[in-house]
């Protein structure tokens, strides 16, 4: 849980003795026999005994003890007990817990008091408006970070009310600064970062759901995450996706709809079957779901290290990662179900066209789950109607349409494709 400066010595029967290398692991539950437990002073100084659990200080004086038997692990207000009381104990010995509720001054005003080191616990609820961590090495977490449900993930939003980016983590900042458990929505911004925006920093991003957050005007990057400066942060277990980069100039300049990296940044993305992130549903010019940032010749590239994220196809559709040598996304996974709670996936998908500068002729790429309907509807910039083509009756598979454009003045057009129910749109160039 991150609590690592609170020593917890419970106290068991020998019969558990084939246990025991499991409950030492990782300095978390040393546990002692029901015997002479040499090198363990809490059985010689508190005189302990079977089924009490201790808690010491950093110097190794007693704090507290109780029978854990009156405890059920399975219950969650015996479990939150737990937890909490050993947050209280942390507290009152060294850095803060600082809880915040909604209706109260708010997470920002919390930060503002914090110390390096100190935990912002968020309980459920709607928050809004723009976070900055400031220049502070803190964690800030939801109940995810003590609690028996991770449901409550669902529960704690951060909606940036479209102000900028929802998070800003830009001070300086190493891993020891974590941000925990949220959905992290409706930010917007006209440059880079809508949901989180990380520059010259190297926080860890962890389980969170970031989603429906924008960036973009005249150009613009990373629309649910943009990397920025020398920033080396760990993304771990997120679910991104419904993000997007866009705006009204006549450019392809729109970069990493899911997450957007620096040409100096080096973060790590994913990297084990748990820390895996999803991505799918995010959109933009280029790397619709991970964009690294370039320039020169590319071909020794050492790519960012991206193993066991998931997306919609594995390997990933074409310029969902781009470029694709910048990435090592090995062990990747394929999207096959998609929570309740989350947008289910759509039942067609609308590759980028190509050639994309074009002139005059340019393909349309989609491939549809399952025999559908499909109306291909074309616009241009002030949303007038240019070609129309109704009710094609496609089978289930990849399909590809052509589009002339040379009766068409040069510009940008929108090439819309419905199937059934849903419906996707891809920017276009025409340059003659």
């Not at 100039?249 to 940044?265: E, H, P, Q, R, W």
């Not at 992130?277 to 964009?291: A, C, M, R, V």
């Not at 590239?301 to 990933?316: L, S």
């Amino acid at each position: 849980m991150g609590v690592n400066d609170v020593g917890i010595i419970g106290v068991g029967k020998d019969s558990y003795n084939e246990d025991l290398d499991n409950m030492i692991a990782g300095r978390v539950i040393p546990w002692v026999e029901d015997i002479e437990a040499d090198g363990y002073p809490v059985w010689e100084d508190y005189d302990a005994v079977q089924r009490s659990t201790y808690f010491l200080d950093r110097n190794g004086d007693l704090l507290y003890q109780f029978n854990i038997t009156t405890l059920d692990p399975n219950d969650p207000d015996d479990y939150n007990y737990l937890i909490n009381l050993i947050l209280d104990y942390r507290a009152s010995n060294g850095p803060a817990i600082i809880r915040v509720t909604p209706g109260e001054e708010g997470i920002q005003n919390a930060i503002n008091n914090a110390a390096d080191g100190d935990i912002i616990l968020v309980e459920p609820g709607v928050y809004t408006g723009k976070i900055n961590f400031s220049d502070k090495n803190i964690t800030l977490a939801s109940l995810l970070y003590s609690s028996f449900e991770e449901s409550e993930l669902q529960e704690t939003i951060l909606d940036g009310g479209g102000e900028g980016p929802v998070v800003s983590i830009d001070q300086g900042q190493d891993q020891s600064s974590i941000l925990l458990g949220f959905i992290i929505e409706y930010g917007d911004t006209p440059e880079s970062g809508g949901g989180i925006l990380i520059e010259d920093s190297s926080p860890t991003i962890d389980r969170n759901i970031i989603r429906r957050n924008h960036a973009g005007a005249c150009g613009g990057s990373g629309g649910g995450i943009a990397i920025l400066g020398e920033s080396y942060p760990h993304i771990f277990g997120n679910m991104i996706y419904e993000n997007s980069v866009s705006g009204d100039c006549d450019c392809l300049c729109y970069f990493g709809g899911g997450v957007y990296v620096d040409a100096a940044s080096w973060p790590i993305v994913g990297g084990s079957i748990t820390l895996g992130n999803t991505f799918y549903e995010n959109t933009s010019d280029f790397g619709n779901q991970l964009y690294r940032d370039h320039s020169g010749d590319t071909t020794n590239w050492t790519p960012i290290f991206a193993h066991h994220n998931t997306f919609e196809y594995c390997p990933p559709a074409p310029n969902d990662i781009f470029p694709i040598n910048g990435w090592d996304i090995e062990f990747c996974h394929y999207l096959e179900v998609v929570e309740e709670d989350h947008y289910k996936l759509d039942s067609f998908d609308l590759f980028p066209n190509f050639p994309n500068p074009f002139n005059p002729i340019t393909n349309i790429s989609f491939y549809l789950e399952q025999p559908n309907n499909v109306d291909i509807t074309i616009f241009d910039i002030n949303g007038r109607t240019v070609k129309k083509k109704s009710r094609l009756r496609l089978p289930q598979g990849s399909h590809l349409i052509e589009w002339d454009a040379g009766l068409s003045p040069s510009g940008v057009y929108f090439i819309q494709v419905m199937s059934g129910n849903d419906s996707q749109v891809q920017k276009v160039i025409l340059v003659k």
